[in-house]
């Protein structure tokens, strides 16, 4: 099982590159998806068919971008 990491789409849908022919993959069947919402899932791939292990950055919005910065500044 090889490592890709993922990007969630505006779309919804979730997009890896594929770790052993570099082709992009675009996954947008909504049952596949639903099993793919941690930061990481082994999904068959539909280009190469091996397993593959999905990682996600979890996403940090604004606000606690900013409160984590304003937090380090009074720290320091």
Known sequence: MRAAAATP???GALRYRCPV????VLVT???TLAGLDRLRARL???????MHLLT???EIDDATASRNHRRRSLEA
């Open 21 to 24: 022919n570099g082709s992009l």
């Open 44 to 50: 068959r791939c539909i280009d190469c068919g091996e």
């Open 56 to 58: 996600q950055e979890a």
């Open 29 to 31: 069947d909504d049952e």
């Open 9 to 11: 789409r505006p779309s």
